[in-house]
């Protein structure tokens, strides 16, 4: 089964080589940096999002760079809230009532964070104004919202009227 050799000069000569070439098929298998194999690993995706530091041992440390990650977080926001987008999400959330029912809410919740604030407040009037916007608001809300409905009805019967 093994190869005879005729002296350990041979032996020793080949145990070089094979260890050379171990060494070579190493150094293919692992990586340097932690970095480097993940960006290898990733195809350059983690690159950016990757930085080596060095600790208080001399040792390279692997860390996140979160400047390019909340770059890259507020480039995606900016093209996703770019005006074409809010407007077609304003024209498909008209017609499913989405869009009502978000102002709703944030009306609901603008009111009532003021008048939590306003309840908080060491000033008297202030006070006051919190537990009338409590008690009087959804009064005052529900008799908008009955108005603007019958405007946006006197409005729809009128354009009807235009088109007849």
């Known amino acids: 089964m093994a ?37 290898i690993l990733t195809h350059g995706f983690t690159d950016k999002f990757l930085k080596e530091t060095q600790n208080v041992e001399g040792k390279n440390e692997l860390s996140l760079n979160t400047q390019n990650i909340m770059r890259e977080i507020s480039s995606s926001l900016k093209e996703s809230a770019s005006k074409k987008n809010v407007m077609s999400l304003a024209n498909d959330t008209l017609s499913s009532g989405l869009l009502e029912t978000t102002i709703k809410m944030g009306v609901v919740s603008l009111v009532g964070n003021f008048a939590k604030k306003s309840v908080m407040n060491k000033n008297w009037k202030r006070k006051v104004l919190g537990l009338a916007l409590i008690y009087v608001a959804p009064y005052a809300l529900r008799f908008v919202r009955k108005k603007l409905d019958e405007y946006q009805r006197n409005k729809t019967a009128s354009s009807l009227e235009k088109l007849i």
């Open 3 to 39: 190869t005879k050799y005729t002296n350990l000069d041979e032996l020793r000569s080949e145990k070089r080589l094979l260890k050379q070439e171990i060494g070579e098929l190493e150094d293919i298998l692992t990586f340097k940096s932690k970095k480097e194999s993940l960006g």
